[in-house]
């Protein structure tokens, strides 16, 4: 009995004309050759560019994000990465406009590592602080990392080797969040929802602006691999899952 091999959404296999099919599953997100998480992310900033500033996202929402300002392109033992810099004022964003569908209801994933310079320096960023809408988070110091809402509401946790490349996720599920390195949980617990409207971007290694939450301040220069946004929360379970199916690509 021979084998075909047949590209479907559903594993398993039937039998096919004497020959024994044998149905491959399709997972979302990946590019460029990256591993896919096996996972559904609604954003996923995959394959950073080798070239020109536009970053394309494989998940299912095809929502391109720019990296802005002057930086450099990384290539080293963890794949290829953007490298950020306060002098550079550099950081990636894309659109927010898909945020408030979520509910409050979602999940952040960043593979990167930082260097920090100053302090509230922000990996990631959806806030409009004039509106108190949105989350954020940011490191208080090389071994402080603080999640919070500009309600305001936050929680620290201590964590360490920021200078080396990790898998950071962070959910949200209607007040209750979660923080993991890598695939261990470092923190959860409650956080007060926002109340106020969102900005109009999404920034990586960067915050907001102080009015209307969009654009450059707050940086936290780094080498940015992979981003993800989940319109979900993912349980201890998936984090664990995605990460085993992409450490041996990076090396983490």
């Not at 599953?25 to 070239?51: E, F, K, R, W």
């Not at 930086?71 to 950020?84: A, E």
């Not at 108190?132 to 940011?138: Q, V, W």
Request: include cysteine.
């Amino acid at each position: 009995m021979g084998f075909i091999f047949n590209s479907s959404p559903f594993a398993g296999g039937d039998e096919y004309n004497g020959y024994l099919r044998l149905n491959v599953p399709q997972i979302s997100g990946g590019g460029g050759g990256v591993p896919n998480t096996g996972l559904t992310p609604y954003i996923d900033l995959s394959a950073a560019p080798s070239s020109g500033t536009t970053w394309v996202d494989t998940g299912t929402a095809g929502i391109n994000a720019t990296i802005n300002g002057t930086f450099s392109v990384t290539t080293d033992s963890y794949g290829t990465g953007i490298t950020t810099s306060v002098a550079g004022a550099s950081y990636i964003s894309h659109s927010a406009s898909f945020f408030s569908s979520f509910n409050n209801i979602f999940s952040i994933q960043l593979l990167a590592s930082f260097n920090p310079s100053v302090f509230q320096a922000s990996p990631w960023g959806v806030e409009n602080l004039g509106a108190k809408g949105g989350y954020y988070a940011y490191f208080g110091s090389l071994t402080s990392l603080v999640t919070a809402t500009p309600v305001p509401s936050s929680r620290s946790v201590t964590v360490s080797n920021i200078g080396t490349t990790a898998l950071w996720t962070w959910t949200f599920n209607s007040g209750t969040y979660a923080l993991y390195k890598n695939n261990t949980q470092l923190n959860t617990n409650t956080l007060s929802i926002p109340t106020g409207s969102l900005p109009s971007t999404v920034n990586w290694g960067a915050r907001h602006a102080n009015v209307g939450g969009g654009g450059y301040s707050l940086p936290c220069p780094g080498t940015y691999r992979r981003m993800m946004i989940y319109n979900y929360p993912l349980t201890q379970a998936q984090v664990t899952s995605g990460y085993n199916n992409i450490k041996s690509y990076y090396g983490i």
